[in-house]
Nanobody, 122 residues
Framework: QAQLVESGGGLVQAGGSLRLSCAASGRPISYYYMGWFRQAPGKEREFVACVSRGGTNRYYADSVKGRFTISRDSAKDTMYLEMNSLKPEDTAVYYC???????????????WGQGTQVTVSS
């Protein structure tokens, strides 16, 4: 089973950019479909983006489409989330997760990282 560690969060002004990383250990990420989720205070965890095992198929929440890009590097066992044109409403704890099939439902995902805080100031 994989273990996941996110990094790259921080404080950024609106319109800025951040790149999140999700480093996996214990089992190669090539076994898994992978996704990013986020949770803002007082809100439920929501889907952000997901990517197929080969990296060919990618899906995004409407709220981030055109601004965020998900990618994966199997050689480094790492997944990324490039976030551009950030908005205050993107403020949340961001989590990476792995699953045995592709989807937007967080219940589909088996293993989660501990999360990394992203704060976007206006």
């Amino acid at each position: 089973q994989a273990q996941l560690v996110e990094s790259g969060g921080g404080l950024v002004q609106a319109g800025g950019s951040l790149r999140l990383s999700c480093a996996a250990s214990g089992r190669p990420i090539s076994y898994y479909y992978m996704g990013w989720f986020r949770q803002a205070p007082g809100k439920e965890r929501e889907f952000v983006a997901c990517v197929s095992r080969g990296g060919t198929n990618r899906y995004y929440a409407d709220s981030v489409k055109g601004r965020f890009t998900i990618s994966r590097d199997s050689a480094k066992d790492t997944m990324y989330l490039e976030m551009n044109s950030l908005k205050p409403e993107d403020t949340a704890v961001y989590y990476c997760a792995v699953a045995q099939s592709l989807g937007t439902d967080p219940n589909r995902y088996d293993v989660w990282g501990q999360g990394t805080q992203v704060t976007v100031s206006s």
